[in-house]
């Protein structure tokens, strides 16, 4: 088949999977299939509430196919559509339990969804981050259960990790450089041909499927191990007595030095992908202590912060219990709405449980998902009648670099600065 004869379903709409579908909808016949109603109902509206897509690059996909018939984006929660495509490409969520194993269920459903409607010759690509084997050993197991078609004679996979970075504007899909792979020498170029048709930037084939997957939890695990080194400097600097940020200042003279910075650690992939490499390697017995040394470091920030904020509190003789706090951001990152795995909710966590009441403001977060999420309450607006006995600055959202925090300091507030953004002279401690 010829690489223009192909159409696509793409399985989950989100940060992923949206950009991905409008990008192909440019050249190909594409399905965006989610199987949650209100998103494709909000996508038909033209409407995207993560902010990641092209809404005139989507619009023109859709007319395109409404048009022609032949090229162009259609959205449906429709299982039974899906017939009508025979490349898939599977961008659901892999998130980790409450225990942080892999939590494969959003996998192995869209797996069995995709297996219901496989035909010969089809190809299903995973970008869903997983652990190394985790397509042979246990995605295509379902689509051959359901479909009743044997991999790699019937069917085949392919395995191209995603690179989304949500609310980067300038490392989008289509000029970054994809990893893919294939299950055989031959869908290995398929696949590869397939997303240099829409990229930039080209990709790099890797030899397996399994080396592609074993690259994406690699690539945020090397990211997350960093970051826990600079969290535990700023632990250390902060017995010491000294600023982190005036250390990682002098250190970076060095011309080998690299200027990772301390910080909460959250979203979908680096506080997650780590977990997913080593429950491969424990399950191979061997136990990979750095990796999750990096991610008890990083996990503990949050606790850290709340405990400096009291502590720094009661040095200006504030009371704890009922004392107005103020956390400015929640989102993981900033300008940016997503919430996931974001650690700010650790921290209001903390510092209610010794009795402090606690607002949370943030211009980009969804207040439904934060309630539905983490049980907070969002402000609609921050009162400015209202004193604070302690503001923590969690992300530097641009509508907070003009926030008035001399304004507070002047009350007697206690200002802690996450995100090293807020003016040096007005803050008592930065991480």
Aim: glycine share 6%.
């Amino acid at each position: 088949m010829k690489l223009s004869d192909r159409s696509i379903a793409v399985i989950g709409l989100g940060y992923v999977g949206l950009p991905l579908a409008i990008e192909f909808g440019k050249k190909y016949r594409v399905i965006g299939f989610d199987v949650n109603k209100a998103r494709v109902e909000e996508l038909e509206r033209g409407e995207d509430h993560t902010l990641e897509a092209d809404l005139v690059g989507m619009k023109e996909a859709c007319t395109t196919w409404q048009s022609t018939q032949k090229i162009g984006l259609s959205f449906s929660c429709n299982a039974e559509d899906l017939h009508q495509v025979n490349t898939y490409i599977v961008t659901v969520p892999t998130p980790i339990d409450d225990f942080n194993n892999p939590d494969l269920l959003p996998l192995l459903k869209a797996s069995e969804t995709i297996g219901k409607t496989l035909h010969k010759g089809d190809i299903v690509i995973y970008e869903s981050t997983v652990y190394p084997g985790c397509t042979e050993e246990d995605c295509v197991p379902v689509l051959e259960k359901h479909s009743g078609l044997t991999f790699n004679v019937d069917f085949f996979c392919g395995y191209s990790p995603e690179r989304i970075n949500p609310g980067d504007k300038i490392n989008t899909l289509t000029k970054i450089k994809k990893i893919t792979s294939g299950s055989t020498p031959e869908i290995a170029d398929l696949v590869d041909a397939l997303y240099n048709s829409i990229l930039l930037n080209g990709t790099h084939k890797a030899p397996n499927m399994k080396v592609a997957e074993a690259a994406k939890a690699v690539e945020n695990s090397q990211r997350d191990v960093n970051i826990s080194f600079m969290n535990e400097l700023a632990l250390i600097c902060d017995r010491v007595g000294i600023d982190t940020n005036d250390v990682i200042e002098a250190a970076g003279t060095k011309w080998n030095f690299l200027k990772y910075r301390p910080g909460l650690v959250g979203g979908h992939c680096i506080s997650v992908d780590p977990y997913y490499l080593a429950h491969k390697a424990k399950a191979l017995g061997y136990d990979p202590q750095v990796i999750l040394s990096g991610r008890a470091v990083n996990n503990s920030i949050a606790k850290f912060i709340a405990d400096k904020t009291l502590k720094l509190m009661i040095q200006k003789d504030h009371k704890i219990k009922d004392s107005n706090v103020l956390i400015l951001g929640v989102t993981f990152k900033e300008n940016c709405p997503d919430c996931r795995n974001t650690k700010v909710v650790d921290i209001a966590n903390e510092l209610e449980d010794f009795g402090c009441l606690v607002d949370i403001y943030d211009p980009w977060a969804s207040p439904e998902v934060v309630k539905h999420e983490y049980g907070k309450e969002l402000l609609s607006a921050i009162d400015p009648e209202k004193s604070y006995a302690a503001i923590i600055a969690c992300v530097s959202h641009e509508q907070f670099l003009t926030f008035d925090f001399k304004k507070y300091k002047a009350q007697g507030a206690v200002i802690f600065d996450v995100k090293n953004f807020v003016d040096r002279s007005v803050v008592d401690s930065r991480l």
